[in-house]
């Protein structure tokens, strides 16, 4: 009689994206998909992932510490009061993403928030909204089941886009909505996946 063979468990790994780069894993085990509700911080996501258009991530998470600086630490009302001139200036920091229409929609961003901030409370309170206030399960298995847009983002797209927020196109949308928790795209073998879904259901 032979002996049955042992079956070993694949050991969970993270997901494919964050590499080896320590501040790309760093973002992935601690920031990635972990539900957002404070205005600053998706204020400050949403226009981050603009300033991703057409280049990655991981650059700009690289100079996220130089554009808070530059960026009044994202405060709301203290961005949208920036002048042409001071962003004009920031066009010649090599620190910063050196693309004017990119950084001028910062303020535009700063701008349509505080009047959403006016019409539903608070930004949290009108992003949340378009999933109930309850964070999607992607459960996705292989990098290949998450999608770059969907009609989610399509929506969210559209109506951020109606609402004078810039460089919110679907693709950007999604990304931020993965981000800021609203959808858990962590791969069902990482370890994440599940820390996300039990923190969603506390």
């Known amino acids: 009689m032979t ?8 050991p969970a790994q993270r997901c494919w994206w964050c590499g080896e780069d320590p501040i790309y894993v760093d973002y992935h085990d601690t920031e990635w998909g972990v539900p957002v509700h404070d205005d600053r911080h ?3 996501s949403l226009c ?10 991981l650059m700009v998470l690289k100079k996220r510490d130089h554009y808070r600086k530059k960026f009044k630490n ?5 961005v949208s009061r920036m002048t042409d001139n001071t962003i004009e200036k920031l066009l010649l920091d090599k620190g910063l993403i050196r693309n004017r ?11 349509a928030t505080l009047k959403v901030q006016e ?15 309850q964070p999607i399960d992607g459960a996705c ?10 009609a989610l ?4 797209s559209k109506d951020l886009k109606k609402r004078g927020f810039k460089f919110v196109g679907t693709t950007i949308v999604y990304a931020f909505l993965q981000a800021c928790g609203f959808i858990n795209d962590h791969l069902s073998d990482c370890p994440r996946y599940e820390n996300i879904r039990r923190l969603n259901r506390s």
């Open 3 to 10: 002996n049955p063979k042992k079956t070993t468990k694949k």
């Open 42 to 44: 998706l204020f400050e």
């Open 48 to 57: 981050l992932d603009g300033q991703q258009a057409g280049l990655n991530w």
């Open 74 to 78: 994202f405060d709301i009302l203290a």
């Open 101 to 111: 229409l990119k950084l001028y929609s910062i303020r535009s961003n700063a701008l």
């Open 119 to 133: 019409e539903f409370g608070s930004l949290d309170n009108y992003l949340w909204q378009f999933v109930n206030g």
């Open 141 to 150: 298995k292989q990098p290949k089941d998450i999608p770059a847009s969907n």
């Open 153 to 156: 983002s399509d929506t969210v």
